[in-house]
């Protein structure tokens, strides 16, 4: 639209210029005014005669009326036009001026005509003119609005009405997508679903031989990052036809009323194009739940929903246009969206699990030069919950780190160090730590290593740092399941409430004094504490008893508590107990391997970054003295 206007302003500009061009024209070939830089000199009848006689006179211009005039150029110098009067009753001038051979011009006005035809051409010429191209441009808006074009017209709406009623959408041609279903990883599922909507768009006679029909829409949920515009552009590429992109925001206006004329415009071009797809991005922007809530019935939001719930609805599908639609809050959109007849597919674009993060990770590594060996899947299983744009960015950040360091290719090595500097932030150079600092956050971090050792249920330490991050951290202790894992027992979770209160313990235990520092460890202990009782039924005291609900299970998954008031204080002490009883067990943990604890953050104090196999090497040494290195 913004290139509507764009244009629309320009052939403003050229219409303006062309009119005041052919003013000056008329200007200057109908009524001749005289050349700009020539000077005109007013002299004596006497002065007129003797250039003649003395035939200096090049060219001269006779006007023949009541008030005779001449006007001439002399010989050598053509910046200077002299004028004089000529008296009527003299004769002999025309004998002189035929004797000296100058370039004569006689002009006998008409002064009645002369003077209507100077007004009508220099005063109402360009009036005229104007009103005609007004007339044109109202036109030619008109019919590019269509009939359901906005009935304003901002005083000819050169700039206001021209866009009003289009859609703005972003139409890609089929052979232009350039994306299919090979670009796609990790998502087996969501694919599979989506192949027969594009089956269906290729060979649409196989299903209404059988009588069945093609889904009119499709709704991809999932949490932010996982590919679901990417899905439904490999969709339109694989089907080989046109793609309709649009965001649902672009369809709220400051008008009431201009969104609802963008969902006709855009089923229109659809319907011109197809078969097709289209694709709303973000639609819970127009498609939130209806309510009693609001200023007025009128609301501009709502009217976009009703007029796309009847677009939906209406269409007749045997053309065959498909509406994907994503979002990551389906929570939120209207039932009457989300029905069967509408948006009667729901495919959820996960959070890829380890054989497809592997799979994403594979994708992207293509297009980066690589030195072998390469092993992906050590990437793959350090990050769990990492959704394909945070893969993506892993890779990238190796290679960039490869360039940092001069290489022309990215390593393993890139690889991993990017995967800490996606989940903890590039290396803080700026920060020194002080050398009590230092070994304060050397035993806390050991703290939470040997917790995690002591128990059987605990994912093993793979790394263990001490060198602070840009994300606040001061250092972290890295745990990696070997296998996926997507069922959590209370033990577990018990367990690993206990190394998340690992740090905390050995700073009281050895220093016996408490940090800022356990403020994230202390977050995420009461997270899932609470969670463990208001969602998982792991407590004694509530049992099997739901006492909050999630809303955006795909954003930030946020609980609210519903329960009375007196049982959310019993919440509270349960959660209380419940890491008290986490705490304690860390500290006796910490206080039988009190040695070990010394041993081991002393050889962190001096390496600043140990790996798990060195952790665990060291702890299992029966040899009380640390080797020397």
Not at 149 to 157: R, V
Not at 525 to 547: C, K, Q
């Amino acid at each position: 639209m913004g290139m509507d206007e764009n244009k629309r302003r320009r052939n403003m500009v050229l219409y303006v210029l062309a009119a005041f061009a052919v003013y000056v024209v008329l200007n200057t070939f109908v009524f001749p005014q005289l050349k700009t830089g020539t000077q005109v000199e007013k002299v004596s009848y006497s002065d007129f005669t003797t250039a003649l006689q003395d035939k200096r006179v090049d060219s001269l211009k006779y006007t023949y009326d009541s008030q005779s005039e001449a006007k001439y150029l002399l010989k050598g110098n053509k910046d200077t036009v002299y004028t004089t009067s000529v008296p009527i009753n003299d004769t002999e001038i025309w004998k002189l001026i035929r004797e000296s051979g100058a370039n004569t011009s006689v002009d006998i006005p008409n002064e009645s005509s002369n003077m209507w035809l100077y007004y009508l051409l220099t005063i109402f010429g360009p009036i005229l003119l104007f009103m005609g191209i007004g007339w044109w441009l109202n036109r030619r808006m008109k019919k590019a609005m269509g009939d359901d074009g906005p009935s304003m017209n901002f005083g000819g709406g050169f700039n206001m009405g021209g866009g009003l009623g289009k859609s703005g959408a972003r139409i890609v041609a089929s052979k232009d997508v350039g994306v299919t279903f090979k670009d796609v990883a990790g998502q087996e599922e969501a694919k599979e679903s989506l192949k027969e909507v594009v089956d269906f768009l290729e060979n649409p006679k196989r299903y209404e031989a059988i009588g069945a029909k093609l889904p009119r829409g499709a709704l991809l949920v999932g949490p932010p990052g996982t590919g679901k515009t990417l899905m439904a552009k490999a969709v339109a590429g694989e089907a080989g036809v046109p793609f309709f992109s649009i965001s649902g925001s672009e369809f709220v206006e400051m008008f009431v009323g201009r969104g609802a004329a963008k969902v006709r415009d855009l089923f229109k071009q659809a319907n011109e194009k197809a078969p097709c797809i289209v694709f709303i991005d973000e639609v819970d922007t127009i498609g939130k739940r209806r309510d009693g809530g609001g200023f007025s019935g009128n609301d501009e939001r709502e009217q976009t929903l009703n007029q796309l719930l009847t677009e939906m609805d209406g269409f007749d599908n045997h053309k065959g246009i498909v509406v994907l639609a994503a979002t990551n809050r389906p929570d939120s959109l209207d039932p009457a969206l989300t029905r069967p007849g509408r948006f009667d597919r729901r495919i959820p674009v996960e959070l890829p699990d380890m054989r497809g993060r592997q799979a994403i990770l594979e994708l992207h590594a293509k297009e980066v030069k690589t030195q072998p060996p390469l092993d992906l899947t050590v990437i793959a299983r350090s990050t769990p919950g990492a959704s394909g744009a945070d893969l993506a960015n892993i890779i990238n950040e190796g290679a960039l780190r490869a360039v940092r360091m001069g290489r022309t290719r990215a390593t393993q090595e890139d690889f991993e160090e990017s995967v800490e500097v996606v989940i903890a932030g590039q290396q803080r150079k700026s920060t020194v730590l002080s050398d009590h600092e230092k070994r304060v956050v050397a035993y806390h971090e050991i703290g939470h290593a040997l917790v995690a050792a002591s128990q059987t249920h605990s994912a093993p330490v793979t790394k263990i740092t001490i060198v602070p991050r840009t994300n606040g951290a001061l250092g972290y202790t890295m745990q990696v399941e070997q296998d996926e894992k997507f069922l959590t027992t209370r033990q577990e979770a018990l367990d690993k409430l206990a190394v998340y209160c690992g740090g905390r313990a050995a700073e009281e235990l050895i220093f016996n004094e408490m940090t800022t520092g356990a403020a994230n460890d202390i977050e995420q202990a009461t997270r899932l504490a609470r969670n463990m009782v208001t969602r998982f039924g792991m407590s004694d005291e509530f049992g099997m008893m739901a006492l909050g609900t999630v809303q955006n299970a795909y954003l930030n998954q946020d609980t609210s508590l519903t329960c009375a008031p007196g049982t959310a204080e019993r919440v509270d002490a349960d959660v209380k107990q419940m890491i008290a009883a986490a705490h304690a067990r860390a500290l006796q943990v910490l206080r039988e391997n009190k040695f070990k604890l010394h041993e081991l953050a002393h050889y962190l104090y001096k390496k600043e970054t140990i790996t798990g196999e060195e952790f665990m090497t060291l702890l299992k040494r029966e040899n009380p003295l640390m080797k020397q290195d």
